[in-house]
């Protein structure tokens, strides 16, 4: 077993390697080598994908080396795929030299590898994906011409990503590797935040269900609550969640989470209580210019009054509270409480 | 081989300048004329492939100059990237023009813009606004992990939207316009069978605009009819019979597929034939009268244009016995009239036929074969009721039903009571000769009458057996001297097949008295079709004749053996 894991380790560091210019050092050799590697491990892949207790232990190395660049292997289900990551990763390497570039492409002509009977060869893969490709390109123009997007929530982009995203949760959880704050982190500094705000939004909304690629019995909704938990320690991140996103999206997801809900109606509080009346204006204003304006407060409100129960309850509940802190004022001008109160109210009629 | 490279060479120069022109506009009408050259398109790369593989770099650009301007056009065109193997084909002629030795700047610039090409093709892509490859690549995902999943993704919202502006036909907000679900349905066709694929295949043949006019193209049509019948793609039947209603073209294509089945160089057996009928669908389809029509049209002109071949004929049985199947399990309460199924006969005729023999007690039988004959009689033969339907017409409902002349010739011959010998006589007269008329149906009936009554004198108490030889003398069979005799032959032939099945002394020398009566292969595959046919009805009429059913079984085995 532990020359296998050795082995496994050292091709995922090939895998990291792939991607970086340390490429500008492999021949044609070294290349053809790294993908009959990568060959051999998609053998191991299917003969021991059955085993549970092999593969639960190579799952547990791959998961430790993960590293913080995301590369290299990640699951079991990873290692059957290794041949084309790895080409792919050293097609998009510039740093790859001439004679070593002219060997990988000559691995897609049939014949280059040795012929695998059960295996699909790396040709047909990637043939496949350059089809998928195309595929995707043409349904988008189709779908949504001129660029029209749809509602975030029923975005497939969103919700492939979603999905990729709990995937990876389940995978962290399943690894047993602790904490996956971690890398949540390195994405959340990595990938444009609306977007990450977008996708974690979605993946909070999706059906408790078998998701991309996975094995086994599901425990449910355990992805969701990692990430739920981690959003709740990022109070940065947490701030930006609430404030960012549009307010159904943010209603549909505290519907879902009892314990986002609670977070968030607390922000909402707390922004509410930053404004003050501006008589001359005759309206609430934020004390400086990154304050959460009363148009956003109240279409947050809004959205969030027209839940169904018990989200709405509890927004009347907190609401009320408020203003019962603020001295109850019945008159316009006074409380932002009461003045939002009013104001959905006469929205209800 | 050097005229093939002049062929090719001219080829390239054709499909250049298609694909210039492919590439100049991005309108309906050229999506339509790329998808119409998808599969010649293919072959034609299979072949370039075929022929550059044996070539080095230099000589392929010798030979095929403007092959790389191709290739690279090819690159950017995603319908051809998108359909079937295309794209595998393109990959590998990019390969063959890599310069494996490099001499100078040239070489390298050649194979440095094959890389391009390839990680074109091979590369991430800006899906939308935001950068998919980013993110995933922060998850440590290669496209390979999340195409598969973001086409089921966009499959999924594109039959959600179909759902929601046929639900919503009025709303013209959350409603897809017509024009955009005929140019999604002209962007399918190259990816009708690709995984997963298969919802938006059934959202679009189940959806209806709510225009008068068809709004998916026929290209999507053909693709998905295809893609079905080379069991590339599974549907539910649902969707299938709205394929074929709203494309009568892919209904006939559907049914030349199950004839060219059927009717192979070795022949099918009566199961097999069911087995493939059923798997066609299209018994479960004809529930539909629209349909049926069809499908009946094509038995017609079958039967026309073979003469009546009997294996044409086996398949009309065969289909009307799985068609009756789906109709009952469809609907107890029939949802069309039979006249709709049947408009050229009286619909009380098609009622009586229609009647399964299994839910006939045997006793009953006999007197529906006799009202079955009353009533084709009177539909052929009676110039009085001025409204005589064309015998032909009668016949072609008849022979739908063919098991009950199977029965009435079983009856002659088997019958402990008195049977209605005139009425079973006139219907297998018919049967067999449907075109004949009244004068000439009542010499084959004498004929055949005098055969019977000699195959029964036989039977009577004799001291000696019976010898194979005494038999053919009865039925006449063997000698050439009267040459109305084969005008009634297979007739005879039949019934003499069934006595050998039915009586104690005919079972005795079955085998004796069919290797006399198998003269030539004609007659051999004849008595194969009967006995074949006889186990399958005696089969699903859950006929208790253990002896006659076992020894059908064997002669059947040993006939096949020999042939």
Same mark, same amino acid.
């Given at each position: ?349 | ?94 390969? @063959? ?68 502006? /046929? ?12 024009? *955009? ?6 962007? @399918? ?12 295949? +059934?959202?679009?043949?189940?959806? /209806? ?7 998916? @193209? ?27 209603? *709203? ?45 049926? *029509? ?86 052929? +033969? ?111 032939? /039949? ?69």
């Amino acid at each position: 077993m532990e020359p296998l894991l050795q082995q496994l380790e050292r091709f995922s560091e090939v895998l990291s390697v792939s991607g970086t210019a340390h490429v500008s050092t492999w021949g044609p050799e070294t290349v053809r080598r790294a993908l009959d590697w990568a060959r051999y491990l998609r053998h191991v892949a299917r003969r021991f994908g059955g085993h549970a207790r092999i593969r639960s232990a190579v799952e547990r190395r791959l998961r430790s080396l993960w590293g913080p660049e995301g590369r290299g292997l990640t699951s079991f289900q990873a290692l059957g795929r290794g041949d084309v990551q790895l080409f792919l990763s050293l097609l998009r390497n510039r740093a790859l030299g001439e004679a070593a570039g002219r060997a990988l492409l000559l691995q897609l002509l049939p014949g280059a590898g040795p012929r695998d009977a059960d295996a699909e060869e790396l040709q047909a893969r990637l043939a496949r994906l350059a089809r998928y490709r195309a595929a995707l390109l043409l349904l988008r123009e189709a779908g949504s011409p001129g660029g029209e997007r749809p509602a975030l929530a029923e975005d497939p982009v969103l919700l492939t990503q979603a999905q990729l995203l709990l995937g990876r949760l389940r995978e962290a959880r399943e690894a047993e590797a602790g904490d996956p704050g971690g890398w949540l982190g390195r994405v959340w500094t990595r990938a444009p935040r609306d977007h990450f705000l977008q996708v974690a939004a979605v993946a909070l909304l999706q059906p408790l269900e078998k998701e991309l690629g996975a094995s086994g019995p599901e425990t449910p909704g355990e992805e969701s609550q990692l990430l739920v938990r981690w959003l709740l320690e990022q109070s940065e991140v947490l701030a930006a969640f609430c404030r960012h996103l549009p307010a159904e999206l943010l209603t549909s997801v505290a519907g879902r989470h009892p314990a986002l809900s609670r977070a968030y109606l607390g922000l909402l509080t707390d922004w509410g209580a930053r404004l003050h009346y501006d008589l001359q204006k005759g309206t609430w204003v934020g004390a400086e210019s990154q304050d959460v304006p009363w148009e956003e407060l109240l279409l947050k409100f809004r959205s969030l009054w027209h839940a169904p129960p018990p989200l709405q309850e509890e927004v009347l509940a907190a609401l009320e509270s408020s203003r019962a802190r603020g001295g109850d004022f019945e008159v316009p001008g006074l409380s932002v409480w009461t003045d939002l109160l009013l104001a959905l109210r006469r929205g209800e009629r | 081989m050097d005229q093939d490279f002049v062929g090719l060479a001219s080829d390239c120069q054709y499909w250049l300048q298609k694909l210039s022109a492919w590439d100049q506009s991005s309108t309906l009408e050229t999506q339509k004329d790329t998808c119409l050259y998808l599969p010649q398109f293919q072959e034609f790369l299979r072949q370039m492939y075929e022929a550059l593989k044996e070539m080095d770099s230099n000589t392929v650009m010798e030979r095929f100059p403007t092959i790389g301007q191709l290739l690279a056009k090819t690159c950017s065109n995603q319908f051809i990237l998108a359909y079937d193997e295309s794209q595998k084909f393109l990959i590998w002629c990019l390969c @063959c023009l890599i310069n494996k030795e490099p001499q100078n700047s040239g070489d390298s610039k050649l194979n440095s813009w094959i890389w391009g090409l390839l990680s074109h093709i091979l590369s991430t892509f800006r899906f939308d606004i935001k950068e998919i490859g980013l993110f995933s690549q922060g998850l440590g995902y290669e496209p390979v992990d999340y195409y598969p999943a973001l086409l089921k993704n966009v499959v999924l919202s594109l039959v959600s939207k179909l759902r929601e502006s /046929h639900l919503n036909g009025f709303n013209t907000q959350r409603r897809m316009a017509p024009e *955009r679900v005929a140019s999604l349905s002209q962007v @399918c066709v190259p990816l009708v069978t690709l995984p997963d694929f298969e919802p938006l295949v +059934e959202g679009m043949l189940t959806y /209806h605009g709510h225009e008068p006019q068809e709004v998916l @193209c026929p290209a999507f049509f053909e693709a998905v009819n295809e893609a079905f019948l080379l069991k590339k793609i599974s549907l539910p039947t649902p969707a299938v019979v709205s394929l074929w209603l *709203r494309h009568f073209p892919s209904l006939e294509k559907a049914m030349l597929h199950l004839f060219a089945k059927l009717i192979s160089r070795e022949r099918n057996s009566l199961r097999r034939i069911e087995c493939f009928i059923k798997d066609s669908l299209l018994p479960q389809a004809a529930c539909h009268p629209a349909i049926f *029509r069809v499908v009946d049209e094509m038995f017609r002109c079958a039967l026309l244009e073979t003469d009546g071949a009997p294996e044409v004929l086996a398949a009309t049985q065969v289909f009307t016995h799985c068609f009756v199947e789906a109709l009952e399990k469809e609907n107890k309460q029939l949802r069309f009239a039979f006249k709709t199924y049947f408009p050229y006969t009286s619909p009380s005729l098609a009622t009586v036929l229609l009647q399964h023999p299994k839910d006939t007690p045997q006793e009953c039988r006999l007197q529906l074969l006799q009202r079955i004959s009353q009533m084709l009689r009177e539909a052929v +033969e009676d110039q009085a009721c001025g409204s005589c339907v064309d015998p032909f017409e009668s016949w072609f409902l008849f022979i739908h039903f063919g098991s009950w002349a199977d029965m009435a010739a079983e009856q002659l011959l088997r019958s402990e009571t008195e049977a209605p010998v005139a009425a079973l006589l006139w219907l297998l007269a018919f049967y067999y000769r449907p075109l004949d008329s009244s004068q000439q149906r009542a010499q084959t009936m004498a004929k055949v009458e005098a055969v019977l009554s000699r195959l029964q004198l036989l039977m009577l108490s004799r001291s000696t057996p019976l010898s194979a030889k005494e038999l053919q003398a009865a039925t006449g069979e063997g000698s050439n001297a009267d040459p109305t005799q084969s005008v009634c032959g297979q007739l005879i032939r /039949h019934l003499f097949l069934n006595f050998l099945l039915w009586t104690p002394g005919g079972r005795t020398i079955a085998r004796e008295a069919i290797t006399l009566m198998a003269c030539t292969d004609e007659i051999t595959y004849e008595i194969i079709g009967f006995l074949d046919q006889t186990l399958y009805r005696w089969d699903y009429l859950c006929s208790e004749a253990p002896r006659s059913a076992k020894l059908a079984r064997e002669l059947l085995q040993e006939l096949q053996a020999q042939v």
